[in-house]
Structure formats: C-alpha cells, structure tokens
C-alpha cells in the first residue's frame, strides 16, 4: 500500500457536532496531540490515540505499535480511550488544532468525524484499498468519499451449548431460521435448561446486537416503524414473555450476557468473535452458527471494529510519517499479525485465508464477517447515531412491557424526522 499526501483540509466547524455527541469541557483536553510541539518532518514523536484501554504497555498491541514507530523512524506516543471519550476528545483536539497524527477510531464514527472535516480521506492520501472487501469499507465511506483503512472487523454470531443443545434433543443443522430457532428454544426449556442470552441494554451495544434480527426480518433503519420492524422486536418480546430469554437482557452488556452463557446453563448466546478465546476456556463443548434471518439464510449483522484514519494537521510535512504508520498497521504483510493481536477478522480475502489455515474456528467468523453490513451504510453517515438512539429506546420500551412494538416503533420513527 503506497501513500502520498495532497495539501491539507482546513477543518469545518465542529460545535454542533461536539454538543451532539457529548458535552465536552475544557477539563477533557488532552496535551498529546501532535500540534506543533513535535519535529514537523522525520523523527520526533508522533501520536496516536487508540479505543484499546485493555492493552497496556507490555501488550503486543503495544509492542505492534512501537515497531511501527521504529521502522517509520519515529517514536510513538500513545494514549488510549474508552471509545465514548475518544470521540469528543478527538472533536475538541481538532478544535484546538492538537489531532493527535494517526487515530484509530470506532467505524460507526468515522462518519461523524468526516463530516466535521477532522479527517483526510483516501483521495487525499492516495491509499490502496483495492483489495479490501466492499462491506467493510463502506462502513467508512460517505458522499463518496473513503476515510481511512479498516484494521479489521469483527461481527456477531450465535455460539451454542453443545451438551444443552444434544440434552434437548436439538440438532443445530435444524436451527435456520426464527421459528425453527425458537422451536429449539422451546425444547431447551423443556429439557430444565436455559434458552438464549443477549445484549439488550439502551446503548449503542444493544442496537449493535439487536440489528441482525432488526435486518434478518428484511427492516431498514430508514422505516422503524416498518412490519418487518415490528417482527423483530416483537420476536425478542416473545421470547421474554415465554421465559426463553431472561428478563436480565434488558439490561445485560456484552460482556453480562456473556457470563450468563459461560455459566454452562444456556443453549445460546449471540455474541461476537472476541470471545472465542473465553469461550475455550468455558470447560463445556461449544459451536457457533450465523444469526438467522427470519425466513432462512444468514442474517447480515453489524460490522464492528475500527478505522485507521490520519486527522488534518496544521504541519503538512507530518503526513509523510503518519502515512507509514498508517501503511504499517494495515499493509498485507502485517495485517495478519494485527488482527491477530486484536481478535479481528482480516479486511482482505488473502488474509482472511492465512487466519483460517492457522485457526479453522475463525472460518464461521470470516463467513460472518463477510456477509456483514456497515451501520452507517445505505448512506446513512451522521444520520446514523440519532435512528439509533430511537432503536434501542423503543426496544427498551417493548422489552420492559411499556409500549407495544408497534406503538414504540411509531413513536421512534417519528422522531428521526
């Protein structure tokens, strides 16, 4: 991957932006953007702020990250955020003209930060994305435009409980879409078992794992208050009043729901690839198949991971530098490594190949992977953060019993326009 840059964009305006997101103070700012204060040329420090709180310093993240630095000729200076606060920091930094020289940012943001003329696009900087698969860059592409160089994706699936499952008297090869799946469901309670678990919690993570069934019913986020909508919350409304799902999921993160599943009681759990470490080390036989769509086949989930981006900076002789960090993080030769490092799956077919020969459990995943969907696709871009507000808010407001499904997806329909 080849890398020039074009003169830099000046940034527009981004204080409607900032208040969207989050009340930002001056007591967030940060001092390790790369302002002036660094050589503008080779050597030197260069920034970068990253959504990995959970590497530290020894961490081979860590480690990925400073081999970059030195084969650049750079020292890199690092600063990792929980990914909410590396949003806004990011928008005031470039109010202050203090962008850090290469972010690495959460894909549903990307749109938001273009938009307020915080990033260069790849037109600017001429990097080759040729070979990365379409769906994955889309999640970073608005008035067609590209922003930044997916690191790799991950996405959700269903992992079950072999043991449940054979207990039952459940085959999963039957498991191909929603009645069938409940159908097991039922046999699963049946049995003394518990059913299936999931994120349902009004934030962005209970949207991210709501979307494949919101999807798989043939919904759009343009049209909530669609019939296929209704379907799809009504399914996980049923599901609750049956007791094949717990009350818990209105509340559960991830990584609650996760828990409930690893304690060996359930039958399924939609989860996603960053768990496939835990879910070895679970102490019970387990398997994974791809979220069904409500009439069959695979139901496209939500691309997550992140993009690696290069914000405006006032100094233009940085560009050259941050290109090859940005050329090093995720070239073909050491994509492999990175995604590795992060639990994702790779953004380009070759490598794809490379993780499945050294791990055939990543190959459901790249599958999944594969036939995933960008959540600010469809041209959604910055529209995208408010339909999901609404989203999970109706479906909070069906799970908890306050509102039917069709009464709750009016009222959020209403309000995105």
């Given at each position: 991957?080849?890398?020039?840059?074009?003169?830099?964009?000046?940034?527009?305006?981004?204080?409607?932006?900032?208040?969207?997101?989050?009340?930002?103070?001056?007591?967030?700012?940060?001092?390790?953007?790369?302002?002036?204060?660094?050589?503008?040329?080779?050597?030197?420090?260069?920034?970068?702020?990253?959504?990995?709180?959970?590497f530290?310093?020894?961490?081979?993240?860590?480690?990925?990250?400073?081999?970059?630095?030195?084969?650049?000729?750079?020292?890199?200076?690092?600063?990792?955020?929980?990914?909410s606060?590396?949003?806004?920091?990011?928008?005031?930094?470039?109010?202050?003209g203090?962008?850090?020289?290469?972010?690495?940012?959460?894909?549903?943001?990307?749109?938001?930060?273009?938009?307020?003329g915080?990033?260069?696009?790849?037109?600017?900087?001429?990097?080759?994305?040729?070979?990365?698969?379409?769906?994955?860059?889309?999640?970073?592409?608005?008035?067609?435009?590209?922003?930044?160089?997916?690191?790799?994706?991950?996405?959700?699936?269903?992992?079950?409980?072999?043991?449940?499952?054979?207990?039952?008297?459940?085959?999963?090869?039957?498991v191909?879409?929603?009645?069938?799946?409940?159908?097991?469901?039922?046999k699963?309670?049946?049995?003394?078992?518990?059913?299936?678990?999931?994120?349902?919690?009004?934030?962005?993570?209970?949207?991210?794992?709501?979307?494949?069934?919101?999807?798989g019913?043939?919904?759009?986020?343009?049209?909530?208050?669609?019939?296929?909508?209704?379907?799809?919350?009504?399914?996980?409304?049923?599901?609750?009043?049956?007791?094949?799902?717990?009350?818990?999921?209105?509340?559960?993160?991830?990584?609650?729901?996760?828990?409930?599943?690893?304690?060996?009681?359930?039958?399924?759990?939609?989860?996603?690839?960053?768990?496939?470490?835990?879910?070895?080390?679970?102490?019970?036989?387990?398997?994974?198949?791809?979220?069904?769509?409500?009439?069959?086949?695979v139901?496209?989930?939500?691309?997550?991971?992140?993009?690696?981006?290069?914000?405006?900076?006032?100094?233009?002789?940085?560009?050259?530098?941050?290109?090859?960090?940005?050329?090093?993080?995720?070239?073909?030769?050491?994509?492999?490594?990175?995604?590795?490092?992060?639990?994702?799956?790779?953004?380009?077919?070759?490598?794809?190949a490379?993780?499945?020969?050294?791990?055939?459990?990543?190959?459901?995943?790249?599958?999944?992977?594969?036939?995933?969907?960008?959540?600010?696709?469809?041209?959604?871009?910055?529209?995208?953060?408010?339909?999901?507000?609404?989203?999970?808010?109706?479906?909070?407001?069906?799970?908890?019993?306050?509102?039917?499904?069709?009464?709750?997806?009016?009222?959020?329909?209403?309000?995105?326009?």
């Amino acid at each position: 991957m080849t890398i020039a840059f074009h003169p830099r964009r000046r940034p527009r305006a981004l204080g409607a932006v900032a208040v969207a997101l989050a009340v930002v103070t001056a007591a967030t700012a940060c001092s390790s953007g790369s302002g002036g204060s660094d050589s503008a040329g080779q050597g030197g420090s260069f920034t970068v702020w990253d959504p990995y709180p959970q590497f530290d310093g020894s961490s081979q993240w860590a480690k990925l990250l400073e081999s970059c630095g030195s084969q650049s000729g750079v020292t890199i200076k690092r600063t990792a955020f929980d990914t909410s606060d590396l949003t806004n920091k990011t928008l005031l930094a470039a109010q202050q003209g203090s962008a850090p020289d290469v972010l690495i940012v959460d894909n549903p943001v990307v749109s938001t930060l273009a938009e307020a003329g915080v990033l260069t696009s790849t037109e600017d900087t001429k990097a080759d994305t040729s070979q990365i698969a379409p769906n994955l860059l889309a999640a970073g592409q608005g008035e067609g435009k590209t922003f930044g160089v997916p690191i790799g994706a991950n996405t959700l699936a269903l992992y079950y409980n072999k043991d449940v499952l054979k207990a039952a008297g459940v085959d999963v090869a039957s498991v191909t879409d929603w009645p069938s799946l409940t159908a097991a469901l039922a046999k699963v309670i049946a049995s003394g078992k518990k059913g299936i678990t999931f994120s349902g919690i009004g934030t962005e993570e209970g949207t991210f794992q709501f979307l494949p069934w919101f999807w798989g019913s043939g919904a759009k986020l343009t049209e909530l208050n669609s019939q296929n909508a209704v379907d799809a919350v009504a399914l996980w409304k049923d599901w609750l009043g049956k007791g094949y799902a717990p009350n818990s999921v209105i509340n559960n993160t991830q990584t609650t729901s996760w828990q409930e599943f690893a304690s060996g009681d359930y039958a399924f759990a939609e989860n996603g690839t960053w768990q496939l470490a835990g879910a070895k080390k679970a102490g019970f036989d387990f398997g994974i198949i791809p979220v069904p769509a409500k009439a069959g086949g695979v139901a496209p989930a939500p691309t997550g991971g992140e993009f690696v981006t290069v914000p405006v900076q006032k100094q233009s002789a940085r560009y050259p530098t941050s290109a090859k960090l940005v050329d090093c993080l995720t070239n073909a030769d050491s994509s492999l490594a990175t995604d590795t490092t992060l639990s994702y799956i790779a953004p380009t077919t070759a490598v794809q190949a490379k993780q499945v020969a050294a791990n055939p459990d990543l190959d459901v995943w790249v599958k999944a992977v594969n036939g995933a969907k960008g959540r600010t696709s469809d041209n959604l871009g910055t529209k995208y953060p408010g339909i999901s507000e609404q989203l999970r808010t109706a479906v909070q407001s069906v799970l908890s019993g306050a509102q039917s499904p069709q009464a709750a997806l009016s009222a959020a329909q209403n309000k995105i326009k």
